[in-house]
């Protein structure tokens, strides 16, 4: 392949393609591109069997949703949210189209009127918060009218790149929803993407 088909072939962009890794990750333990282990996956406390089972069926659909969140907003050469600086990041012109998945976590998450999160911690609801001078709590019991529960899906995707013309990692992207019920619409949330 010429320089130019090369380039030619950058500017038309990657579409997605996940990478499946057979070795098992038998320690359940964060993973990189080295490793090529299936992803790490986290039950939070009280999720049941059945919660995890109903919302672990629908990972076709979560796929397509993440690849449709990494053609749009880091692969499409058309993208309005790309950066094409020098030394932005990321940089299209090394993102190979490759990812993996490397963790996954299925739990609740607890929200109030307002849209605060809280966390169980000590048997109770405590949303932490900083006010620009000190870090403050407020605490809710479980039962509480003002808390709706929601299930919360995290991914964990690694993209890689082709910087030193070998394929690595190159950017983690992780991805979040929260759900009322297990037949809500999934609808993914960037929650951040950074250099690995």
């Keep these: 392949m010429s320089f130019f088909e090369h380039f030619q072939g950058k500017k038309a962009g990657n579409r997605p393609h ?5 070795k098992e990750n038998t320690e359940n333990t964060y993973i990189t591109w080295e490793d090529k282990m299936k992803p790490r996956i986290c039950l939070d406390d009280g999720i049941t069997q059945e919660e995890y089972q109903a919302l672990a069926a629908r990972w076709n659909e979560m796929l397509a949703l993440a690849e449709e969140i990494l053609w749009r907003s ?13 030394d932005s990041f990321p ?3 090394y993102l ?12 609740y998450i607890y929200r109030d ?3 605060s999160a ?14 620009g001078k000190e870090w403050l709590e407020e605490w809710q019991e479980l039962d509480s009218p003002e808390i709706t529960r929601y299930y919360n899906i995290f991914l964990g995707l690694r993209l890689t790149g082709n910087e030193d013309g070998k ?3 190159y950017m983690g992207l992780d991805l979040i ?3 009322e019920t297990l037949a809500d619409p999934i609808e993914f949330e960037i929650l951040s993407h950074d250099v690995i």
């Design 18 to 22: 996940q990478i499946i890794f057979e």
């Design 74 to 86: 880091y692969l499409d050469p058309n993208s309005e949210d790309l950066m094409s600086e020098v």
């Design 91 to 93: 940089d299209i012109r």
């Design 96 to 107: 190979t189209g490759n990812y993996y998945v490397g963790d996954v976590s299925y739990g």
């Design 113 to 115: 009127t307002r849209g």
């Design 118 to 131: 809280y966390h169980v911690k000590e048997g109770r609801l405590r949303h932490k918060h900083h006010n």
């Design 167 to 169: 394929e690595q990692d």
């Design 177 to 179: 929803a929260e759900l």
